[in-house]
């Protein structure tokens, strides 16, 4: 198998961190937390945690330039995500929603239309706690990777 998963970790919640060490655990597919602080990861030789740069977005960078086509970055990042599209690179939301080259450009849209909302003063609230039903959205969008990746 040569795809690999790449995480976004700076965001990403422990529980969805929890499922990708099983995974990886399970198949053997090598798995990378790339993110800003060092981050503790199980002692798998296939798991690894990458610690880059202070800065914005130097983990973002750091993915795009590491992650090939077929591979699996997992974000909530959007304009991240359109970067990887364009890379033949599948991006996955924590809460389960892969990403897809039609849908993504409306999604910067509304990304960019709520940050000129919050930059003008109004505010537009966070997204709503993470809840099981996301988590199985998540886990069962990851197991559809695993399977398609594992048979190449």
């Known amino acids: 198998m040569s795809a690999s998963i ?4 700076d965001a990403c919640p422990v529980v969805i961190r929890e499922i990708l060490f099983k995974a990886a655990r399970r198949t053997a597919v090598p798995l990378t937390l790339v993110a800003n602080q060092s981050l503790p990861v199980p002692g798998d030789a296939n798991i690894r945690s990458l610690q880059v740069s202070a800065g914005f977005d130097e983990a973002d960078h750091e993915i795009v330039r590491r992650a090939q086509a077929g591979d ?3 974000t909530s990042d959007i304009p991240l995500a359109d970067e990887l599209l364009a890379k033949d690179v599948l991006a996955l939301s924590p809460r389960g929603e892969l990403f897809s080259k039609s849908s993504i450009k409306a999604k910067l849209g509304m990304r960019d239309f709520m940050e000129t ?3 003008s003063g109004i505010h537009t609230g966070g997204p ?7 988590r199985q959205a998540f886990a069962n969008q990851l197991d559809r990777w695993l399977t398609r990746a ?3």
């Open 6 to 9: 790449w995480v976004d970790a």
């Open 72 to 74: 699996l970055v997992i």
């Open 117 to 119: 909302l919050r930059g």
């Open 128 to 134: 709503d706690a993470m809840n099981a039903s996301d």
């Open 150 to 152: 594992l048979k190449r």
